[in-house]
């Protein structure tokens, strides 16, 4: 079991979930305003949308992997998709703002906040369609089939994982959370989607170019 692969891909389940966006966002304005387990609700039903795609793609997609022509589109699509987002994580990172309204609510709202948020949008879709066939499509050629499902739980475990942090930023530490600092996140998580988007362009490009040999 290679240690260092698990956490590589504990940790681009984190830069996934990181960049400010309508979850992200809903997740600081919940925490700050009601909590801890407010944040980690909206968290917990983006997750679970996340999880569906997850599934859905697995099921579906699984049994195409080993085809070369399907895993040089995943490669390239998916390298699209981590540029695009790290990018406009970028350039939107000085964009966030704070809803003032103190309006509590209950944690199945939050949850159910977190969940439509993420079902119904078109990009979560592309988005885990790219990013995450492209892993199965990677895990699936090096490792074989038997990795799917452990490689994909730690990419869930590191969304997991930034839903705890983000929850815990809005109560316990709070008072460190500014713009700064949001900024910061937003940057860096852009900087690691890019730095994932080159890694899949490249592998991609040497797929292209291995089926001309």
Known sequence: ?????????????VTLAAPIGPVNSARL???IKNGFWHAWMVGT???????????????????FLGIPIIQMFLWLFGSFI??????ESILSANKFSFDSSRNRDSLFRCFLTGFIMSITSPLSILFWLGIYGSVLAKTA?????????????????????WDIIVAS???GLRRYLN????IGISIFSGLSLIGFG???????????LESFQ
Request: aromatic share 16%.
């Open 141 to 161: 050629s090096s490792y074989g089939t038997g990795h799917l499902l452990l490689y994909s739980s730690m990419i869930f475990l590191g969304l997991a994982v």
């Open 1 to 13: 079991m290679n240690l260092q692969l698990l956490a590589s891909y504990i940790f681009l389940g």
């Open 169 to 171: 930023l809005t109560t």
């Open 198 to 208: 080159l890694y899949f362009g490249f592998e991609g490009i040497r797929a292209v």
């Open 45 to 63: 039903g983006s997750m679970i949308a996340d999880a569906i795609f997850m599934l859905s793609i697995y099921l579906g997609l699984v049994n």
């Open 82 to 87: 981590l540029l695009y987002s790290g990018i």
């Open 179 to 182: 713009y700064k600092s949001l």
């Open 29 to 31: 304005d919940k925490g």
